[in-house]
């Protein structure tokens, strides 16, 4: 059975703190993924997001190697907070000064709009998924609960009424749908 | 976490939305941090949501360019089937703004607050506050593009709302539709319309019939103009019946009490359109 998350985390933060270098790949390893996913959700720009995720890492391994982590208990928490602080203080400095080094505030610039030529055809690609995963939905009650749920955003107790739908099958038709359009990625790659 | 919790009350994609509490919002977060399975979910979802809504996104736009067609689906009968449907697409990515404006509402409180407590954290942190840090512009920015969007977008929900009533009210079949058999003009422009048309009982349609001296043109164009038509309205296209009679079939909510000159013009194959005849008449309401 897999070790429940805050212990991991307890005996990495120690191991670190007693310079055990492989502790130190083990917590990039660990938490890398999840870090990335949510600051470029956060920057809105992928560059942007590999830099804080590289500088997030550095400033969390110092704090760390001198043991001033406060609750390693929480260390997603504290990893995830430092890449924000990051993101924030780029923002902050680059808004003050106009200027900036490369993670402080020269890519702290609001996303391009504009995608680029790869950009635009991975796009491309990703919408023919969607619409064919849209096509082989079995009714238009199917179609219905995607689109009310994904892009109107409406509650799934509304929904349900509205369709004379059961909880459990809402949440087939939802997982089926995530199963088969992860399958379509899988797929192409 | 617990895993069928999380599928069950569909966590991952409440996230995305920004519809879990922030307790809840944040205890999944740092579980997402070192779950593979959970950070397949995001993404997946993420994906997904952000694929449909660009679907959706273009399936308006291409409903939007349809609008312009809208004159002619009023004279169909199929109009109140395929105004429900253009409804229906206007209606959900207006909701999704609506939603879209909220989640900004929210995100710029929560950029504030972390900013007023990230000072610590950044080397460099200011004596005295900043004014207004430039996130904050941006967000507020984004939060009135998409407040005057959706704004838009309900705007046009309920024009076409009031459409498609207006149009299944008037789709079964209509009668007591009056006919008015209309000669050339042969008074001196400007003068008082001799034919007078009386729509005091609001019927759905005023049918005219346009009696041409000669039919040598392949179409013809009517133009309609004058106190009793709102915003003037041409109409192409028009071919002669046997009779060598023009038929235009007008709603009649849309005529006002006043007069309406029509004038015929033909178009030939090439060249320009030539005057063919003038009619006029006068609606009382």
New interface residues.
């Given amino acids: 059975m897999e070790r429940p ?1 805050s212990e ?1 985390a307890v005996e990495l933060a120690q191991r670190i703190r007693s310079g055990d270098r492989t502790a130190e790949e083990e917590l990039v390893q ?2 890398s ?3 990335l ?2 600051l470029r ?1 956060t920057a809105g720009n992928p560059d942007l997001a590999d830099d804080l995720h590289q500088e997030t890492f550095r400033v969390v391994l110092e704090r760390l190697r001198s043991g001033s982590v406060a609750d390693p208990e ?1 260390l ?2 504290f ?2 907070g ?1 890449g ?2 990051l993101f ?2 780029g ?6 000064r106009g200027e900036g080094t490369a993670v402080d505030a020269a890519e702290a610039d ?1 996303p391009d709009p504009v995608p680029g030529q790869l950009d635009q055809v991975l ?1 491309e690609e ?2 023919r ?3 064919r ?2 096509g082989e939905l079995g009714t238009d009650r199917d179609r219905q609960i ?9 509650d ?1 107790t509304r929904i349900c009424a509205d369709l004379g739908l059961d ?1 459990l099958h809402f ?1 087939r038709v ?2 089926r ?2 199963q088969r ?2 399958d379509l ?1 899988s797929q192409a790659g | 976490m617990d895993h069928a919790y999380i599928d069950d009350n569909q966590v991952a994609e409440r996230y995305l939305m920004g519809k879990l509490p922030p307790e809840e919002a944040a205890r999944f977060e740092e579980h997402s941090m070192s779950c593979a399975e959970c950070l397949d979910r995001l993404e997946t979802a993420e994906r997904l949501r952000l694929g449909l809504r660009t679907v959706a996104a273009r399936e308006i736009v291409s409903e939007t360019v349809k609008i312009g067609l809208l004159t002619r689906l009023m004279r169909s009968r199929l109009a109140p089937a395929a105004l429900s449907a253009l409804l229906l697409a206007v209606t959900l990515p207006a909701g999704f703004l609506w939603r879209r404006a909220d989640l900004l509402e929210t995100e710029l409180a929560r950029t504030r607050e972390e900013l007023s407590r990230s000072a610590p954290v950044t080397p460099t942190s200011p004596t005295t506050p900043d004014p207004e840090p430039s996130e904050i512009t941006a967000l507020r920015r984004q939060l009135d593009e998409q407040r005057r969007a959706a704004e838009a977008g309900r705007e046009e929900r309920d024009r076409l709302a009031a459409q498609v009533e207006q149009l299944e009210k008037a789709g079964g079949p209509s009668t007591n539709i009056p006919v008015v058999s209309l000669s050339p003009e042969r008074s001196a422009p400007g003068s008082a319309p001799s034919t007078r048309i009386s729509l005091a009982s609001s019927p759905n349609l005023l049918v005219l019939l346009l009696e041409l001296d000669a039919t040598d043109f392949p179409s013809y164009r009517a133009t309609l103009a004058g106190s009793g038509v709102r915003n003037g309205w041409q109409l192409s296209d028009l071919r002669p019946d046997s009779q060598g009679s023009l038929t235009l079939a007008l709603p009649a909510a849309r005529l006002q009490a006043g007069d309406i000159a029509v004038r015929i013009e033909g178009i030939p194959s090439k060249g320009q359109p030539a005057p063919v005849s003038d009619f006029s008449f006068r609606v009382v309401r």
């Fill in positions: 998350e991991a660990r938490y993924r999840g870090l996913f949510h959700r929480r997603a928490g990893i995830l430092t924000r602080n924030l203080g923002w902050r400095k680059s808004a003050r609001l796009q990703e919408i998924k969607v619409r995963l849209i995607l689109f009310r749920f994904y892009v109107a955003e409406e799934k909880s949440n939802l997982f749908a995530r359009f992860k990625f």
